[in-house]
């Protein structure tokens, strides 16, 4: 039988140091495009590469463009962001476009993960299992009931311990995680015994001697 969820329906919007990749588009020649940053990179490998090429938000929210100067784009989605910019340059460019992109947008991941690392990623959202997956998914002894999602809010920092088999995570704030958030994946108790690496045929073989002994012993 299948089952929905509604998940939380929260739009993503630009906040202050996000790093944003602005293409502008118009009718003018490209040297008469003056805004276009694009223009004598060739190398945008990896979050240095494309933090060439973006516009840092700075803390009041704003962007710096040339000749225009700073503009606020904080709290707008990329969608109302673009109309804004291309309000703001029709006195300068003929019929402009804007498209408007995250970069650098990133989350950690640690703990009992394959692959423990920050990930980075340029779309609007990412939930916690895409987060996982890139993490090569939880291992044998991470548990899957205990995951703690560390996240900065409005300068306070928040823990969230988060169920990945309980549905109801599907309508949780969680379920989408925010950019610089933390996910740590705790271990299962039993490894806190070290279970996992405990030395059974060590001690299979000393019992055994153990017997042998004895067994000599008596003879």
Same mark, same amino acid.
């Given at each position: 039988?299948?089952?929905?969820?509604?998940?939380?329906?929260?739009? $993503? $919007?630009?906040?202050?140091?996000?790093?944003?990749?602005?293409?502008?588009?118009?009718?003018?020649?490209?040297?008469? !495009?003056?805004?276009?940053?694009?223009?004598?990179?060739?190398?945008?490998?990896?979050?240095?590469?494309?933090?060439?090429?973006?516009?840092?938000?700075?803390?009041?929210?704003?962007?710096?463009?040339?000749?225009?100067?700073?503009?606020? =784009?904080?709290?707008?989605?990329?969608?109302?962001?673009?109309?804004?910019?291309?309000?703001?340059?029709?006195?300068? =460019?003929?019929?402009?476009?804007?498209?408007? !992109?995250?970069?650098?947008? !990133?989350?950690?991941?640690?703990?009992?993960?394959?692959?423990?690392?920050?990930?980075?990623?340029?779309?609007?959202?990412?939930?916690?299992?895409?987060?996982?997956?890139?993490?090569?998914?939880?291992?044998?002894?991470?548990?899957?009931?205990?995951?703690?999602?560390?996240?900065?809010?409005?300068?306070?920092?928040?823990?969230?311990?988060?169920?990945? $088999?309980?549905?109801?995570?599907? $309508? +949780?704030?969680?379920?989408? =995680?925010? +950019? !610089?958030?933390?996910?740590?994946?705790?271990?299962?108790?039993?490894?806190?015994?070290?279970?996992?690496?405990?030395?059974?045929?060590?001690? =299979?073989? +000393?019992?055994?001697?153990?017997?042998?002994?004895?067994?000599?012993?008596?003879?």
């Amino acid at each position: 039988m299948d089952i929905e969820h509604s998940s939380p329906e929260e739009k $993503t $919007t630009i906040e202050p140091y996000d790093e944003i990749y602005i293409e502008i588009f118009s009718l003018d020649q490209d040297e008469v !495009n003056f805004l276009n940053r694009r223009q004598g990179v060739t190398n945008t490998a990896g979050p240095e590469g494309f933090s060439l090429i973006a516009h840092r938000v700075d803390e009041f929210g704003r962007i710096n463009l040339p000749v225009i100067g700073k503009i606020k =784009l904080s709290g707008y989605t990329l969608e109302e962001a673009s109309d804004l910019l291309e309000t703001e340059l029709a006195g300068y =460019l003929n019929s402009p476009s804007v498209k408007l !992109n995250f970069v650098n947008k !990133n989350i950690a991941v640690m703990g009992y993960v394959a692959r423990p690392g920050r990930y980075y990623y340029s779309t609007d959202k990412i939930s916690i299992f895409q987060a996982l997956s890139m993490a090569g998914d939880i291992q044998e002894f991470g548990n899957r009931k205990n995951v703690c999602v560390i996240r900065n809010v409005e300068d306070k920092i928040t823990k969230h311990y988060i169920n990945l $088999t309980n549905e109801e995570l599907f $309508t +949780s704030p969680y379920y989408y =995680l925010r +950019s !610089n958030d933390i996910v740590y994946v705790e271990p299962l108790k039993r490894r806190w015994w070290g279970l996992d690496t405990f030395p059974y045929a060590l001690v =299979l073989s +000393s019992i055994t001697t153990f017997i042998l002994v004895l067994d000599y012993v008596d003879r």
